[in-house]
């Protein structure tokens, strides 16, 4: 099973930008799939996530109101939608699923996820 993030790209600030995450090789669906971020030089952290099951989201603080995440049920497909992009929100952005199914999701931590696309670079200018 593989996951392909796509929709990267040099935007300018405030613009909008989605990205996308699909899934090949699998038949089954995940538990939840998240997007993480890593700014140049900083450490990956946690932008928001999907429980498959429910379409509940999960978002970080500092972002909630400018990002929803989104899923395609039918085709296993991951969504983020960045609303009036920041300089700040320069990264690579990576897309992760967990396809082991329990009772339990923190979907902010990373060892929650078994599968990690290879990223999509999001370039933020003035």
């Known amino acids: 099973v593989q996951l392909q993030a796509s929709g990267g790209g040099s935007v300018q600030a405030g613009d909008s930008l989605r990205l996308s995450c699909g899934t090949s090789?699998?038949?089954?669906?995940?538990?939840?799939m998240g997007w993480f971020r890593r700014p140049p030089g900083k450490a990956r952290e946690f932008v928001a996530a999907?429980?498959?099951?429910?379409?509940?989201?999960y978002y970080a603080d500092f972002l909630k109101g400018r990002v929803t995440a989104s899923r395609d049920k039918s085709e296993t497909k991951l969504y983020l939608l960045i609303n009036s992009l920041k300089l700040e929100d320069t990264a690579v952005y990576f897309c992760?699923?967990?396809?082991?199914?329990?009772?339990?999701?923190?979907?902010?931590?990373?060892?929650?996820?078994?599968?990690w696309g290879q990223g999509t670079l999001v370039t933020v200018s003035s």
């Open positions: 999907v429980r498959w099951s429910d379409d509940l989201t």
């Open positions: 090789g699998s038949t089954s669906a995940p538990y939840g």
């Open positions: 992760a699923a967990r396809t082991w199914h329990s009772t339990n999701f923190n979907p902010s931590f990373e060892y929650e996820y078994d599968l």
